[in-house]
């Protein structure tokens, strides 16, 4: 005799896989328990306070769990909704591989004794508890001054370091003082769900030559390379572009990249563009490529130009908050994380209906999106949020970067008030 179950199982359809709820399911494994002991002429019992009862809930836990297992393993079929390893599996067959967490840096100026030499590795600390290592020797000269970049020690978005804000951490012989005139360049944190997602579905243009998209996605696929913009002037006469009105001569490009090697980027630049095509000229690098198909030395030479690392053009915040009894002692370092958290890497709810992008070169940033990842934060509510260019905005609630702009925003570009309602 076949066996039967009044348990409802998933079933294929063509819209795709269907699960039954639990209290469906916990019905269903009460309803053979009670049959079971029917055949034997017996009543049972359904109470879930039973032990019967607790054999059940267990038992349909159990089923849900795996049917909510069987979803997701579905779901991660999809590019659109995949994650994780399937993801980067996903990923592979596109010959992409997930962008990697990147470190912050900050630029010290050194004081100490002279002729002495700083070793690479020599530490020093912020105020937000971050080590930061330097990256190169540096000896000081006739003033006994000197000056060299620091990387913090652990990778993302979040160490951070502001002005004067480094303090020598491990004392080296020779080594007097340090100070920073620039706040830190933010890390990067792994590339999301979203953000790899998105450059999977541009990738599909990397077998094209000549278009914008073609050379972004080339450009995208660069180890390192955690942001790029391309505007094409097709046009007979120069234009200005963007925001910021950057200007682009005739039948040019002109293109701005964050992170990654100058000479890989070229590489696939030069990869991808057409005979004639021209670049934009103002604040880029050059990068002399070399064509070696089909010629013997000396190999004709092309200079290819392009904005790398950019200045960050620096976005700050104000986020009022209702002060209520249940705000957390915390509120301020735990809104200052949110925020820094969603600007520099995106943001997607839990039951993934609100999906924010981070903010971008040549993106917008509308501050009102940023309730979602604070209305997230346990205890806290959000009564206003303004956004601006300088510190502690009282107004602004949109900003437009341009072509030539990276922005960044750090916890300490972040200033958090409680306020009565």
Request: net charge negative; with cysteine.
């Amino acid at each position: 005799m076949p066996a039967t179950t009044s348990v409802p199982l998933p079933q294929f359809t063509p819209t795709g896989l269907v699960t039954a709820s639990e209290q469906a399911i916990l019905q269903g494994v009460l309803a053979d328990y009670v049959a079971a002991f029917a055949a034997t002429g017996k009543t049972l019992n359904t109470e879930l306070t039973t032990p019967q009862g607790q054999l059940a809930s267990s038992q349909a836990y159990m089923v849900a769990a795996f049917q909510a297992m069987l979803a997701q393993l579905i779901a991660n079929v999809d590019p659109l909704t995949s994650s994780g390893s399937f993801q980067d599996a996903l990923g592979r067959i596109y010959f992409l591989t997930r962008q990697q967490a990147t470190y912050a840096y900050v630029v010290g100026t050194l004081g100490g004794i002279v002729g002495a030499v700083l070793p690479q590795g020599s530490q020093v600390r912020s105020s937000d508890g971050t080590i930061w290592a330097s990256v190169a020797p540096v000896t000081f000269d006739v003033t006994g001054a000197g000056e060299v970049a620091f990387q913090a020690t652990t990778p993302g978005a979040l160490p951070v370091a502001g002005v004067g804000d480094l303090r020598i951490y491990q004392q080296v012989p020779g080594w007097e003082s340090v100070t920073n005139s620039a706040p830190s360049v933010p890390g990067r944190d792994v590339e999301g769900r979203a953000d790899f997602e998105t450059r999977r579905a541009d990738s599909v243009q990397i077998g094209g030559k000549g278009t914008p998209q073609a050379i972004r996605a080339a450009i995208a696929n660069v180890t390192g390379v955690s942001d790029v913009y391309i505007y094409n002037n097709g046009s007979d006469v120069a234009i200005a572009a963007g925001s910021t009105a950057y200007p682009i001569p005739a039948h040019s490009i002109a293109i701005n990249v964050t992170g990654g090697d100058q000479e890989a980027i070229a590489q696939a630049i030069w990869s991808k563009i057409d005979c004639g095509c021209g670049f934009s000229l103002q604040d880029t690098v050059t990068v002399i490529v070399e064509d070696t198909e089909g010629y013997s030395e000396p190999f004709p030479a092309y200079p290819i130009r392009f904005m790398h690392d950019q200045p960050p053009t620096q976005v700050y915040f104000t986020v009022n908050v209702a002060d209520l009894p249940s705000l957390p002692a915390n509120y301020i370092s735990l809104v200052q994380q949110a925020v820094a958290a969603a600007f520099a890497s995106g943001y997607t709810s839990p039951d993934g209906t609100i999906n924010i992008g981070r903010a971008r070169i040549g993106g917008q940033v509308i501050a009102a999106t940023y309730a979602a990842p604070l209305l997230a934060v346990e205890n806290v509510t959000p009564v206003s949020i303004f956004i601006g260019t300088a510190p502690a905005p009282a107004s602004g609630t949109a900003l437009t970067f341009g072509i030539d702009q990276q922005p960044v925003c750090v916890v300490l570009n972040i200033t958090v008030n409680r306020v009565a309602v």
